[in-house]
């Protein structure tokens, strides 16, 4: 059976790239920059790239990117905006929770719960940060955003509804204190205009959590930060009013 994920991006690339956190992505790219040094020779993977936004910037600025995904219409609208752009990006279709890569990449990008944190299950998401670091070369980075278990347990339903960008009605929050898990309902019009009804399931992360994950994948450093879509920030703490986190991690050179 698919997964909510699958069936809301079997024809939504058109109405992805009109959600308001897909607008950043220049700022967003700024930053990347700073943070592999401008390095030109850099090799990057972007994990779950959607409609190839990252992707296609960071290749207009000279950059060797390749970028993955599930979803065949999401890959198909971004082969559509490299070709308009008069980019190349080698776009290839697969799962993140089992990633064919090994010690290629310098750089690897999971950015706006691109796969990560939707899975149904924690061992599935950690497979996606496995794969990540699998695909890295030594001393390569990391940079990912996921959600933050620190908003939900701060604020009330209705922040909690308001802050939730995807679909046209998400409502019916049921947030497990245990698991850290919030399952919703998501009301989302398709590229075509049909309605659908989407019992959503996404597993939010205490920083703790993250840092302790990706401690065992030999990263040798992890920092996190607050982060807002458009505003990728190293000089915003985390705090409860952050609806999610960003992750920058150098892994092991001995690795």
Known sequence: MKQWYEILFENYAHSYDREVF????????????????FDKTTRILDIGCGTGRH????????YSVTGVDLS???????????GAAGVQVQFEQHDACSLPYDNEFDVTLNLCEAGFALMETDDMNYAILQGAARALKPGGKLLLTTLN???????????????????????NHTFDFLTLRNR??????????????????????????????????KFSTVEIFG????????????????FELLVLATIDMRT
């Open 22 to 37: 897909t607008q950043g992505t220049v700022q967003e790219v700024d930053f990347i920059e700073q943070e592999i040094g």
């Open 72 to 82: 065949v219409s999401q890959l198909q609208r971004a082969r559509e905006h490299a």
């Open 55 to 62: 992707a296609i910037e960071l290749a207009k600025r000279g």
């Open 184 to 217: 919703s309902v998501v009301e989302a019009a398709d590229d075509a205009g049909h309605i659908r009804t989407l019992q959503c399931n996404e597993r939010y992360y205490m920083p703790s959590e993250i840092s302790w994950m990706l401690t065992t994948l």
């Open 149 to 171: 278990a620190l908003f939900p347990l701060a604020h009330s339903i209705e922040e909690f509804e308001n802050a939730n960008a995807v679909g046209t009605k998400n409502s």
């Open 227 to 242: 982060c807002r879509a458009g505003n990728f920030d190293r000089n915003r703490p985390v705090t409860p009013s952050d």
